[in-house]
Nanobody, 125 residues
């Protein structure tokens, strides 16, 4: 599975960005896909995730501001980010793990075998 992120950039606080993740090379019909982020000196953390049947999970710190979605062809994952804050500054990664069922929360990053290269998001105050 190959994942390629795009859409990062620099914005001012309160602004918006839309990240995209193009997926290819699926070996299973069922994947849980997620967005993670990692700021310098901090552990990678889950931001938002979506199961194969479109159930979503969000980290508390992005609820109401970020929205995860899939494209019609199901091979593109999006992260719409609104009301951005300086603390949202990080490298954002797309990840996938084969999974048939629904999950109650975003799995730990070590559960994901497939990762993109990341896209930088910088929010200035």
């Amino acid at each position: 599975v190959q994942l390629v992120e795009s859409g990062g950039g620099s914005v001012q606080a309160g602004g918006s960005l839309r990240l995209s993740c193009a997926a290819s090379g699926y070996t299973s019909s069922y994947y849980y896909m997620a967005w993670f982020r990692q700021a310098p000196g901090k552990e990678r953390e889950g931001v938002a995730g979506m199961s194969s049947d479109a159930m979503t999970n969000y980290a508390d710190f992005v609820k109401g501001r970020f929205a995860i979605s899939k494209g019609n062809a199901k091979n593109t994952l999006y992260l719409e980010m609104n009301s951005l804050k300086p603390e949202d500054t990080a490298m954002y990664y797309c990840a996938a793990v084969p999974s048939r069922g629904r999950l109650n929360q975003i799995p730990h990053f070590r559960s994901f075998p497939y990762w993109g290269q990341g896209t930088q998001v910088t929010v200035s105050s």
